[in-house]
């Protein structure tokens, strides 16, 4: 079973700037696909941005230009760099990651709070 530990939420002002990082508690061999979802109360939770094994990505179309996913092999490390954040981008922010052994099976983290506010 891969554990994920999300870090990195917090508070912050519209127009500010977060980094999520999402860290697995053992080395992930075989990676599928990486992942950051986000979910608000009483709705479905949704994509943000994907990195797949090819190293192709794709964003929402709401997030576009404003955030950045990455990873570092070295330190097996993702990250979701947030930019020119706003109220709507209020979340819980969830890691993803899907192996090639099984991509049908999704491991999550716990999840960090996002919150845009003045």
């Known amino acids: 079973q891969v554990q994920l530990v999300e870090s990195g939420g917090g508070l912050v002002q519209p127009g500010g700037s977060l980094r999520l990082s999402c860290e697995p508690s053992?080395?992930?061999?075989?990676?599928?696909?990486l992942g950051w979802y986000r979910q608000v109360p009483e709705k479905e939770r949704e994509l943000v941005a994907m990195?797949?094994?090819?190293?192709?990505?794709n964003y929402a179309d709401s997030v576009k230009g404003r955030f950045t996913i990455s990873r570092d092999d070295a330190k097996n490390t993702v990250y979701l760099q947030m930019n020119s954040l706003k109220p709507e981008d209020t979340a819980v922010y969830y890691c993803?990651?899907?192996?090639?052994?099984?991509?049908?099976?999704?491991?999550w983290g716990r999840g960090t709070q996002v919150t845009v506010s003045s």
């Open positions: 053992r080395r992930i061999f075989s990676i599928y696909a």
């Open positions: 990195l797949n094994s090819g190293s192709q990505i």
């Open positions: 993803n990651a899907r192996l090639v052994t099984d991509p049908r099976i999704d491991y």
